[in-house]
T-cell receptor, first 115, second 113 residues
Framework: EADIYQTPRYLVIGTGKKITLECSQT?????MYWYQQDPGMELHLIHY???????EKGDLSSESTVSRIRTEHFPLTLESARPSHTSQYLC??????????????FGSGTQLSVL | GDSVTQMEGPVTLSEEAFLTINCTYT??????LFWYVQYPGEGLQLLLK?????DKGSNKGFEATYRKETTSFHLEKGSVQVSDSAVYFC????????????FGTGTRLQVTL
């Protein structure tokens, strides 16, 4: 059912490298989100966007940055990866408008390991 | 701020056993409540939801009732199957918090034959 895609699925990279995690959705959703999921499974919102050229930081401070130049695309970038960035990153989107009961559609996630 | 507390796992049950995963919340106003499920190797997907007090969400044999008096949204299933093995997340979207979802810590369920 979900039309939201994340790439790569797995990424192993050395310290200091710049990386971009891709997220795209084909549902025309204005709202998109990035969650970080730690090994204990807890989900933390790190970035969100309510539309093109709109980005906000989430509840958990993150050294990553995001951009929203196109509605369907919400990439996340780490300028210099560190081992502390090792985590599962989940992208999500939700329909426009609504009264609060709208569900989030999640991608399959990117498992990032920084050596 | 908004918060969700759910029972810690892992929960291990035999097939056909009764399941309860507790979830309580703290929020102002009248939040919408959700249960999401994450199967191994996959992203989260919505299992069920309730948007006002006394509503019951249900899907795939799972149920949860929005109890404002106890600020709870416990997940139940009468007879679990091996295929229900997954991580279950309780979540809320508070009023006045735009579209942000606040998740609980997740509860891993393992169902054995």
């Amino acid at each position: 059912e979900a039309d939201i895609y994340q790439t790569p699925r797995y990424l192993v990279i050395g310290t200091g490298k710049k990386i971009t995690l891709e997220c795209s959705q084909t549902m025309g959703h204005d709202k998109m989100y990035w969650y970080q999921q730690d090994p204990g499974m807890e989900l933390h919102l790190i970035h969100y966007s309510y539309g093109v050229n709109s980005t906000e930081k989430g509840d958990l401070s993150s050294e990553s940055t995001v951009s929203r130049i196109r509605t369907e695309h919400f990439p996340l970038t780490l300028e210099s990866a560190r081992p502390s960035h090792t985590s599962q990153y989940l992208c999500a989107s939700s329909p426009n408008g609504g009264t609060g009961g709208e569900k989030l559609f999640f991608g399959s996630g990117t498992q990032l390991s920084v050596l | 701020g908004d918060s969700v507390t759910q029972m810690e796992g892992p929960v291990t049950l035999s097939e056909e056993a009764f399941l309860t995963i507790n979830c309580t919340y703290t929020a102002t106003g009248y939040p919408s409540l959700f249960w999401y499920v994450q199967y191994p190797g996959e992203g989260l997907q919505l299992l069920l939801k309730a948007t006002k007090a006394d509503d019951k969400g249900s899907n795939k044999g799972f149920e949860a009732t929005y109890r404002k008096e106890t600020t709870s949204f416990h997940l139940e299933k009468g007879s679990v199957q091996v295929s229900d093995s997954a991580v279950y997340f309780c979540a809320l979207r508070g009023t006045g918090t735009a579209s942000k979802l606040t998740f609980g810590t997740g509860t891993r369920l393992q169902v054995t034959l």
